[in-house]
């Protein structure tokens, strides 16, 4: 009897489940389609769900746009971008999703825990025992996301940090009831499309996020300061420690609104001075100047997201 019944635990079935041929976004923002784009590059179906027609058509534009960009640097010709378009399709209906074998989560909210604990309930009952389900949380607990599940042993938190089309890790966060098979499938993943998997322990916004709003919030306080200017402050982190972008530079692509998000949560979870909001970034996304999204953030920026100015000054911190 025993053995009958092996036959149809979850356990059994995730541990023998193939390579992943389908992916599902639950929204498609722009790390959703850099996301796509990726997968898709990898040979993996992707389809993404978003709430009306319109914004579908929108995120296939984008899309559209982001590759035309990639093959005028030489980064893919024109049958490279037939094929990846092919294999993206967008939906509004999670009935979309029925054959994916994995989910990705990429909404923003509000709400977020809330929302996300409703959605995660409603997703089991369009996938199948099989799919494992992810969530791009950078300051919620994916074990309290999952908390509300049939089966949270299959329920995974996944980071793509900014940007994912150009770095080269994913971070990967277990939760309390997430099993082995799970992990070792995400895993699988991240090496399909030529990710490197780092697992870590689940915290608040694991080792990424934790760190790198900190390095933003201060180099807030050092501008307000007077210690020096975003130009500098940006070249002497770029050029001195090799990052890609320096702290303002990578603030207004995460989002400026999205940093605040991130550190107020933060803030709630530890309680610690180094997690409050600079006044500085607050300021900033009262004005709507929430980074490349907006056309403006510590920088100005064009319709392509290219650098055209500056929009903090010394004059305007003081002011």
Known sequence: MSESLEKFALNKRISKQGLIHKVGLIGCG??????????????????????????????????????DAIINRWGLTQGDKRIILSRIKGATDYEAIRDCNLIIELISSDNPLTERVEMFKTLETYVS??????????????????????????????????????????????????????????????????????????????????LIV????EACNTLIEGVSNVEDIDTIMRKGFGMQHGPFELADRIGLDKVLRYMDHLYSEFGVSQFKASPLIKRLVRAHSNGIRAGKGFYLYDVNGHKTGMNVSATQIKS
């Open 129 to 210: 025992s099989e799919t494992v389900i992810t969530s791009s949380v950078s300051t919620l607990m994916i074990s309290d996301i999952a908390a509300g599940m049939l089966h949270p042993e299959r329920a995974l938190a996944l980071n793509f940090i900014t940007t994912p089309s150009n770095v080269r890790i994913v971070e990967i966060v277990c939760g309390l009831q997430t099993n082995e098979p799970s992990h070792q499938i995400i895993k699988r993943f991240a090496k399909m499309i030529n990710k490197e998997a780092i697992t870590v322990n689940e915290s608040p916004g694991s080792v990424s996020t934790r």
């Open 30 to 67: 722009d790390i959703g389609q850099q996301v796509a784009r990726i997968v898709s590059q990898s040979g993996i179906e992707v389809v993404f769900v978003e709430v009306s027609s319109e914004r579908v058509d929108e995120v296939m534009q984008a899309i559209n746009a982001q590759l």
């Open 214 to 217: 900190t390095l933003i919030n």
